[in-house]
T-cell receptor
Framework: AQRVTQPEKLLSVFKGAPVELKCNYS??????LFWYVQYSRQRLQLLLR??SRESIKGFTADLNKGETSFHLKKPFAQEEDSAMYYC???????????FGGGTRLMVKP | ETGVTQSPTHLIKTRGQQVTLRCSSQ?????VSWYQQALGQGPQFIFQ???????GRGNFPPRFSGLQFPNYSSELNVNALELDDSALYLC??????????????FGEGSWLTVV
């Protein structure tokens, strides 16, 4: 069975501070991992995916298969980064996303 | 290009009743998935429809059922509503079902309250 765990429900940082949102997964196959973000009063949207190895809005995430982690990082948080962040795993059949419980990021001025 | 649209946005039902939620997929997308998001939790996969056939199902009882139409729009039906069915129901569409590299687009959801 696949599982995604986000240990922090809430993460509060000051503007300009580094941010790391933790995500751990368990999956027997080759995982494909994503970060989704939901800003206030907006729909859930894709932030980034591990296969792209891209940086979006200053965020990066590296898949660590040894530690089964996919932590989301940003060196300098901005107030507009305040949102709900969900880590998600796509099964190999490609038809199901398993989400973590989400972490609310609050960036204080 | 239109986005994923869902209706209704909010509704209240009584325990034991039945509900139908509707979703129009993004233009050009033939795959629709439904997720349930309870308050304070992440979305949970209910099922996926691809070319009008169910293509995967999560851990939900048979009283959760769905349909996909030739235009790729979809319905989620829930029978014998229970209080725990109160949640945000999200519809998501993607170009194909099995190419996991495709981006999945979510609708804004339908808030269901069961009293």
């Amino acid at each position: 069975a696949q599982r995604v765990t986000q240990p922090e429900k809430l993460l509060s940082v000051f503007k300009g501070a580094p941010v790391e949102l933790k995500c751990n997964y368990s999956y027997s196959g080759s995982p494909e991992l994503f970060w989704y973000v939901q800003y206030s009063r907006q729909r859930l949207q894709l932030l980034l995916r591990h296969i792209s190895r891209e940086s979006i809005k200053g965020f990066t995430a590296d898949l660590n298969k040894g530690e089964t982690s996919f932590h989301l990082k940003k060196p300098f948080a901005q107030e507009e980064d305040s949102a709900m962040y969900y880590c998600a795993l796509h099964n190999n059949a490609g038809n199901m996303l398993t989400f973590g419980g989400g972490t609310r990021l609050m960036v204080k001025p | 290009e239109t986005g994923v649209t869902q209706s209704p946005t909010h509704l209240i039902k009584t325990r034991g009743q039945q509900v139908t939620l509707r979703c129009s997929s993004q233009s050009g997308h033939n795959t629709v998935s439904w997720y349930q998001q309870a308050l304070g939790q992440g979305p949970q996969f209910i099922f996926q429809y691809y070319r009008e056939e169910e293509n995967g199902r999560g851990n939900f009882p048979p009283r959760f059922s769905g349909l996909q139409f030739p235009n790729y729009s979809s319905e989620l039906n829930v029978n014998a509503l229970e209080l725990d069915d109160s949640a945000l129901y999200l519809c998501a569409s993607s170009p194909t079902s099995t190419h996991s590299g495709n981006t999945i687009y979510f609708g804004e959801g339908s808030w269901l309250t069961v009293v």
